[in-house]
């Protein structure tokens, strides 16, 4: 099995965020604060161990399953014609979940932030990356809007998925505008995400319904 240089770069992220970790674990507070509501206050805490080592852990994990499954998707040459595109989205990924390491760790260490105010912009970036993926990727069954009508028809997909790319690109800038107004942050945050995944879910639907109208529509692109 061929390693991918997405893989080892997001490898060398977890190793990179891991040891800056464990450099700073000394100062850390037995207790860590862990989680922050949507008023950006601390409503959570977890042991030190845990605290430090959770997002580590959660990194690994997802590292192994993102290199897996495209390996065994029933369509897995449609994923190596975009691999590229989903190389840069599993680095973006993993920068991401070291900027929220830093940020808990920050934050543990008497520097407090507001954490979803700081989460804005590193969600807006994720959510453009994933735009760029969406609206390159051909049917399969790992990556994408995978509703049971963009299954059903490579023309739903291609449409869905067109659409699904340009919703992400538009929530990754309304994201920003949190940075704009704080108190309302973690609005600019679900509200985009949602309705980004929404909109191409009621897309992807409608599409599929206008071409089982016709009788000669295409043939179900997975089973």
């Known amino acids: 099995m061929k390693i991918k240089p997405g893989e080892i770069i997001a490898a ?18 037995d207790r860590l604060a862990s989680h922050w509501g949507i008023n ?32 065994i ?17 599993l680095v973006t990924i993993f920068l991401f979940l070291a900027y929220l390491q830093f940020l808990v760790i920050a934050w543990n260490l008497n520097y407090h932030l507001n954490i979803v105010r700081w989460m804005i912009p590193a969600m807006a970036v994720l959510f453009g990356v994933t735009g760029l993926l969406i609206g390159h990727v051909e049917p399969n069954w790992t990556i994408g809007i995978r509703t049971p009508w ?7 997909w291609r449409k869905t ?14 994201m920003l505008g949190g940075m704009i107004y704080p108190a309302l942050a973690i609005w600019f945050i679900i509200i985009p995400a949602v309705a980004a995944a929404l909109v191409a879910m009621v897309y992807s639907y409608i599409l599929y319904r206008g071409e089982s109208k016709n009788p000669n529509h295409p ?3 997975a089973r």
């Open 12 to 29: 060398v992220i977890i190793v990179v965020a891991s040891y800056a970790t464990w450099l700073v674990y000394p100062r850390l507070p």
């Open 40 to 71: 950006g206050q601390v409503d959570g805490y977890l042991p030190k161990f845990w605290g430090a080592a959770i997002m580590p852990l959660i990194a690994v994990a997802l590292l192994i399953l993102l290199a897996v499954l495209p390996r």
């Open 73 to 89: 998707d029933p369509q897995k040459e449609n994923i190596k014609k975009i691999r590229g595109y989903f190389d840069g989205f």
């Open 150 to 156: 963009s299954l059903s028809s490579a023309t739903v």
């Open 161 to 174: 998925h067109a659409l699904g790319g340009r919703l992400f690109y538009v929530a990754a800038v309304v």
């Open 219 to 221: 043939a179900p692109t």
